[in-house]
């Protein structure tokens, strides 16, 4: 780690080289705890795009011909590297996007498993005889795309790098990867360890810079065969639109307004502790599964507020890099406005703030470096009015809304009654009524009795407008493979 007053310098990884940007720009990286810059990152534009995608290009070509096994070895090695460098790589996420070290460390050994697990799909793609003809053989094979190009929020980047990069590459492509403009540096981190994996240059690419200048090169690039895009729905739905020039393959991991929904036969005492963990300490709500609509039977509407109450107040908001800390700050100043515009527009449109509401300057003493920081308390809108723009929109912080159902059938409704359909959860003893909420709710993920739970063998995306691709799970290298079908006339 560097000295607290050090900015320092991550160029672009291109080519198996760190190199500044073409056009010589930089972006400042600023440890949102503080306020402070902490780290500068290149200004990428096309010229970088071009010159990462030829290297793509060519060590792509090499690396689809070594055997599955070859490349499964390699990601193995990849998780062992990442594993010996876990801690330097968990603190430089927390640092740089405020994610508490709480939430980083086990995402860092989690993304070595993930790793692991893709190494050993490499070694289970495959195709279809189709019996059609004595005359002739026909199959069907699965390939990799060529080049690849990964787009990255900056909620969770460095996890988000490695289960992208090594599905990918497991797959048998070369990637260019777009990191997030306000947090790149634990990717640029990472990219150190790529050479001790085995990992050949030009394979792995990491250009930087602001999605309208690097992330738009990426998708208009001819030789970018598709992109896996995950971030906000706006800016998914901007891609789509530059993509129908050139039909570019697309898949899309974009945002959320997950209901969290409590029965009156809940475990009460469960259901408080999974809802204030979907929202509040789940990235300070900066996640795209987080349970921002809490939708609660009327009969218990209160009581549960209340526990919701007790547990986010005993969450400390502090320093990201102190393992004691439960909720960092919000990532960086832009996103810190956009949260305080919802704290007063909650306001403004007439629910009832439960708790909360209180940001740095409020929070921390004249004297501590925290009060400089994007800090925002637990909050708690309540509302019967399921139209309000804080039950509609994606907050992303820690801010809920609570909403009363007093039927099953209206709080399916409440909660299919969004444009969004990333993920649910639901609170209930009665296994007929979980089945039933299951089969009902519009969401990629149902969580039953807990909450924010993902495994890399479990398949996951988003219905709606949350997106159309699907990561995780055993077909997890299938984003990043075409079909092709075989037919060889032999005769008889
Ligand atoms: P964003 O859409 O602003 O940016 C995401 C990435 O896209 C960044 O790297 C950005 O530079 C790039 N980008 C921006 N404009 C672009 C353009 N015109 N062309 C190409 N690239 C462009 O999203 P964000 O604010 O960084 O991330 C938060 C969002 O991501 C939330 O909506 C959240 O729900 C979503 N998200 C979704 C998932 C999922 O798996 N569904 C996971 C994490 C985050």
Redesign the pocket.
């Known amino acids: 780690m560097t000295a607290l007053d050090t900015v320092v310098d991550f160029p672009h990884y291109i080519d198996g080289e760190f190199r500044e940007a073409h056009a010589g720009g930089w972006i400042d990286s600023v440890n949102p705890a503080t306020g402070r810059t902490w780290a500068r990152i290149p200004a990428g534009d096309a010229a970088d795009v071009d010159a990462a995608v030829s290297a793509a290009n060519r060590a792509a070509r090499a690396w689809r011909n070594r055997t599955a096994a070859d490349r499964a070895g390699v990601l193995r090695r990849l998780a062992v590297v990442v594993r010996d460098h876990a801690e330097e790589l968990w603190r430089v996420e927390s640092t740089d996007n405020g994610r508490a070290v709480a939430e980083t460390r086990p995402a860092v050994l989690g993304a070595a498993m993930q790793i692991e697990f893709h190494a050993g799909l490499a070694e289970t793609i495959t195709g279809q005889t189709v019996s059609l003809a004595p005359s002739a053989l026909t199959y069907s094979a699965l390939e990799p795309y060529g080049v690849v190009g990964v787009?990255?929020?900056?909620?969770?980047p460095l996890a988000?790098f490695l289960a992208k990069v090594s599905a990918a590459l497991a797959a048998g492509n070369g990637v260019v990867v777009?990191?997030?403009?306000?947090a790149s540096v634990s990717i640029l981190t990472v990219a150190r360890l790529l050479e001790d994996a085995g990992i050949p240059p030009g394979l792995v690419n990491i250009v930087c810079?602001?999605?309208?200048a690097?992330?738009?090169a990426?998708?208009d690039h001819p030789d970018v065969a598709k992109v896996g895009?995950?971030?906000?729905?706006?800016?998914?739905r901007?891609?789509t639109a530059?993509s129908t020039g050139n039909m570019k393959a697309l898949s899309l991991?974009?945002?959320?307004k997950s209901p969290n929904i409590v029965f009156a036969d809940a475990d009460l005492d469960a259901a408080a502790v999974g809802v204030a963990a979907g929202i509040f300490t789940g990235s300070a709500g900066?996640?795209?599964?987080a349970g921002s609509r809490i939708l609660v039977q009327d009969s218990i509407f209160d009581d549960l507020l209340e526990r919701v109450r007790d547990i986010a107040g005993q969450i400390v908001l502090g320093d990201p890099l102190d393992s004691s800390t439960g909720m960092g700050p919000l990532a960086f100043d832009q996103?810190y406005a956009k949260v305080c515009d919802y704290l007063d527009l909650g306001v403004a449109e007439g629910a009832r703030r439960v708790f909360g509401g209180r940001t740095a300057p409020e929070l921390f003493q004249a004297d501590n470096p925290l009060r400089n920081g994007y800090f925002v308390e637990p909050t708690l809108f309540a509302t019967e009015d399921n139209g309000l723009r804080i039950c509609q929109e994606?907050i992303?912080g820690p801010v809920a809304v609570a909403v009363p159902f007093s039927s099953d059938d209206q709080a399916v409704e409440l909660a299919n009654g969004t444009a969004y359909g990333?993920a649910a959860g639901v609170w209930s003893r009665d296994l007929g009524r979980v089945h039933r909420m299951a089969g009902a709710l519009r969401a990629g993920t149902v969580w039953v009795n807990t909450y924010r739970r993902l495994h890399w063998a479990l398949p996951?995306?988003?219905h709606k407008q949350?997106?159309n691709g699907v990561?995780n799970g055993p077909d997890a290298l299938h984003e990043w493979l075409e079909h092709k079908s075989v037919w060889i006339e032999h005769g008889v």
């Open positions: 787009i990255i929020p900056w909620n969770a988000m777009k990191p997030p403009e306000r810079g602001e999605g309208a690097a992330g738009e990426l998708v895009f995950t971030g906000s729905t706006a800016t998914g901007r891609i530059r991991e974009l945002g959320g900066q996640a795209c599964i996103q994606e992303f990333l996951f995306g988003g949350s997106g990561s």
